[in-house]
T-cell receptor, first 110, second 113 residues
Framework: EDQVTQSPEALRLQEGESSSLNCSYTVSGLRGLFWYRQDPGKGPEFLFTLYSAGEEKEKERLKATLTKKESFLHITAPKPEDSATYLCAVQGSNAGKSTFGDGTTLTVKP | KAGVTQTPRYLIKTRGQQVTLSCSPISGHRSVSWYQQTPGQGLQFLFEYFSETQRNKGNFPGRFSGRQFSNSRSEMNVSTLELGDSALYLC????????????FGSGTRLTVV
């Protein structure tokens, strides 16, 4: 069974203070690893897909990386509007099903 | 381009009742998945539909069911509601089943009293 563990559960940063969120996964036959952002009262918003170890994707202040066991979401010089819950999900050998982690809630203080 | 539309946004039901939730995917998206989100359990997979066929089902009791229509719109039904069914129910659509991220709707907040 696919498993995803995210850490830390919560992260508080000062504006401009860079950090990383971790996503550890166990999956048979990784088809894709996905990062989402969720704001309170809304559905998750898709950010990135990573397919193989060594791959990296960037979007504004966010950069996602992938190894064979984990993925990192690096946040460079965050702003208060980056405050949200960040979710990691994997799709394994079972196409059509994604397994989600519990998320990391990021708070960026001005 | 319209996003994924879920109706209703909020619902209050009594234990023992049944409920039907609706989801209209992004035009052209044939895969529709449903998730239950609660503070304690996170996002739990309910089921996935593609071309009107259920392709995957999560570990939920038979009280939870769904279907997909020929226009890709989907509904999920929960019968004999229990207090523990209170949750945010999220619908997600994608262009294909494989190796593609989802576009989620805003969800239906179901409260069972």
């Amino acid at each position: 069974e696919d498993q995803v563990t995210q850490s830390p559960e919560a992260l508080r940063l000062q504006e401009g203070e860079s950090s990383s969120l971790n996503c550890s996964y166990t999956v048979s036959g990784l088809r894709g690893l996905f990062w989402y952002r969720q704001d309170p009262g809304k559905g998750p918003e898709f950010l990135f897909t990573l397919y193989s170890a060594g791959e990296e994707k960037e979007k504004e202040r966010l950069k996602a990386t992938l190894t064979k066991k984990e993925s990192f979401l690096h946040i460079t010089a965050p702003k208060p509007e980056d405050s949200a819950t960040y979710l990691c999900a994997v799709q394994g050998s079972n196409a059509g099903k994604s397994t989600f982690g519990d998320g990391t809630t990021l708070t960026v203080k001005p | 381009k319209a996003g994924v539309t879920q109706t209703p946004r909020y619902l209050i039901k009594t234990r023992g009742q049944q409920v039907t939730l609706s989801c209209s995917p992004i035009s052209g998206h044939r895969s529709v998945s449903w998730y239950q989100q609660t503070p304690g359990q996170g996002l739990q997979f309910l089921f996935e539909y593609f071309s009107e066929t259920q392709r995957n089902k999560g570990n939920f009791p038979g009280r939870f069911s769904g279907r997909q229509f020929s226009n890709s719109r989907s509904e999920m039904n929960v019968s004999t509601l229990e207090l523990g069914d209170s949750a945010l129910y999220l619908c997600a659509s994608s262009l294909s089943r494989d190796r593609t991220g989802y576009t989620f709707g805003s969800g239906t907040r179901l409260t069972v009293v």
